[in-house]
């Protein structure tokens, strides 16, 4: 089922002015170097349905610089935003989060991540459905599917949910940037943003997943 988007006619007039900017990809490129002594920055990527609710939970962790808005894990090149939510390319709605590691661990990102998703629903999150909305950790690194294994094994372990956790472990692959006008939708149209989180079930059912740890509509669980 496709997102009962709100996005109706707003999103087709935002949509128009960023037309220039539809379709075009971003290939991942490599995080920036360390300059004046300053560390290098980091990237992570992961995926927890709609790529508009999982930008502020980072956005809000001190030292993530940046989050993106993006499509990955697929098979397509350059797609477009509706052949994504058409589920024909393979791809995931995906947030990039590039970070200081000097401020936020990637330890730390991954329970913000597991905070603000239904690890317990294949191929769906929330009330949208299909494998462009599934939960994904995108490792980079050997050290990150480390760490992702082993969070995600602690998880189950705990004996918390009833259900396995269908969340997948995935090495990072070409990334590309969503139409500008999904970037930041949480801050340019902050009124459809939580129509759509509310009438999506997203905060309800993050409350009954992890009670008081439960990520939020601007915020990460820290």
């Known amino acids: 089922m496709r997102r009962i988007t709100l996005v109706l006619v707003g999103i087709a007039l935002i949509a128009a002015a960023g037309a220039t ?3 075009t990809a971003a290939a991942q490129a490599p995080a920036p170097k360390a300059t004046s002594g300053k560390p290098a920055l980091a990237r992570a990527t992961f995926a927890g349905g709609c790529f508009w609710c999982m930008e502020a939970p980072f ?10 808005s993006g499509y ?4 397509v090149r350059n797609p477009t935003y509706e052949m994504v939510s058409a589920g024909v390319t393979g791809h995931a709605e995906s947030v990039q989060v590039l970070y200081d590691p000097g401020k936020v661990t990637y330890a730390q990102l991954l329970e913000v991540f597991w905070h603000n998703i239904d690890p317990l629903a294949k191929n769906a999150q929330f009330c949208d459905h299909g494998t462009q909305y599934r939960s994904a950790i995108f490792f980079h690194d050997e050290e990150q599917q480390r760490l992702a294994e082993q969070s995600k094994k602690a998880l189950e372990e705990s004996k918390r949910f009833p259900k396995p956790i269908v969340t997948e472990i995935v090495a990072a692959s070409e990334f590309y940037a969503a139409e500008e006008y999904h970037q930041d939708f949480y801050r340019k149209t902050p009124e459809r943003y939580t129509s759509y989180r509310q009438g999506c079930g997203r905060d309800r059912r993050l409350k009954e997943l992890w009670g008081a740890e439960a990520g ?5 669980a820290r």
Not at 72 to 75: D, K, L, N, S, Y
Not at 216 to 220: D, F, K, L, N, Q
């Open 21 to 23: 900017f539809a379709g």
């Open 59 to 68: 956005d809000a962790v001190r030292g993530v610089v940046s989050t993106t």
């Open 72 to 75: 990955t894990g697929g098979r």
């Open 216 to 220: 939020g509509a601007h915020g990460g």
